[in-house]
């Protein structure tokens, strides 16, 4: 047998991706232009928000928006240790602390209980993520934000094209909202990422910090506050603005995959699937991750899977176990039961929109008998 291996994870880049990316590359204009600008509407009416303002990573985007809730050293921001380690990382950039609470063992999202017992005189801001695409307890955490004088940034990477329990589209409710790009988004621009927001002062503000802190237009040349270089080029955009006229097909193509998973996974014992949708909400699906029946070896099971040509991965740690993280606020293990029993089983299995049938068919055959051969 030579069959192709199956990796985790593959953008779909189709022509319409390969002329506006040649079509920028031939216009002599490479950043700041207008493709830029294209993406940034484009995205601002898909989600239904004022203001979108393009960035050069999902990373970018979060710091940009710790920032615009006025975050400043010493302040506490509640946040999730079951996560991509940027959500908490972006905390840190502005000497703010950033403070876990345990996951809800279902949607595996920030506990809203455990957040309201968290909040502290210190406390500036709420950052949830609404992690592998499910949306957040958004209801919860803005009642509690609002009870308390908070901000709420909330780490869309993973999540463009959900709905929250109100069935409003992710980015859409008024909070402060990051999206990420990376190729094994939903969508990518290589490297990129997104804030929306409806507020123009704000828009300025970010347009201005994503650029080294200029103000009054590229004219002059005059730094009214701090800056980054957080730009997106316009290649990215170019690549940007092609992937979104095909996000709903990427979109389904995604649902299409998690759906004949579900279907071929269902009857293993003990094996965890991710959550359906409950109420109104709707998951966008970004990653289809397994949480293992209990003492199976997880490092075998990547192992066995790498020999029949099949990628996996062990997704995602606890951020608060993470060696930083051990060494700065001195964690060991034991304070979030739920995150890490999480973190210890969970398994990222192939997942993208070009996934053909009998690739998941060949995973799941392959993901069965080696659980079945090591039990
Ligand atoms: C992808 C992702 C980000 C942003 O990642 P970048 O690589 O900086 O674009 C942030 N948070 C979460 C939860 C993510 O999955």
Known sequence: MNEQPIPLSRPSIGEKEEELVL??????????????????????????????????????????GVRALGVEPGDEVITTPFSFIASANCIIFEKAKPVFVDIDPVTLNIDADAVEEAVTDKT???LPVHIFGYPADLKRIDEIAD?????????????????????TRIGARGNIACFGFYPNKQMTTAEGGMITCADIELRDRLLSERNQGRVGGMERVEHGRLG?????????????????ERLDELL???????????????EIDGLLLPCADRGSARRS?????VQLPKDVDREIVIRELAKKGVASKAYMPAIHLQPYYRE???????????????????????FFPDMTDSQVDRVCSEFTSTLARIA
């Not at 294209?38 to 710091?63: M, W």
């Open 23 to 64: 079509s920028v590359l031939r216009s002599g204009t490479l950043a700041l232009g207008d493709m830029g600008m294209k993406f940034e509407q484009l995205f601002a009416r898909y989600i239904g928000v004022d203001y979108a303002v393009s960035v050069s990573s999902g990373t970018a985007a979060l710091h940009l």
């Open 124 to 126: 500036k801001a709420i």
């Open 147 to 167: 009870t308390h004088g908070l901000g709420v940034l909330e780490d869309a990477c993973e999540a463009l094209g959900g709905a929250d329990e109100d069935g």
């Open 228 to 244: 980054y270089n957080y730009r997106m080029s316009e290649l990215s955009a170019a690549l940007g603005v092609a992937q979104f």
């Open 252 to 266: 389904d193509a995604r649902a299409r995959v998690a759906a004949l998973y579900n279907k071929r996974l269902a």
């Open 285 to 289: 699906w970004f990653i289809y991750v």
């Open 328 to 350: 700065r606020y001195g964690f060991e293990g034991g304070e979030f039961p739920v995150c890490e029993k999480v973190a210890l089983r969970s398994l990222a299995l192939p």
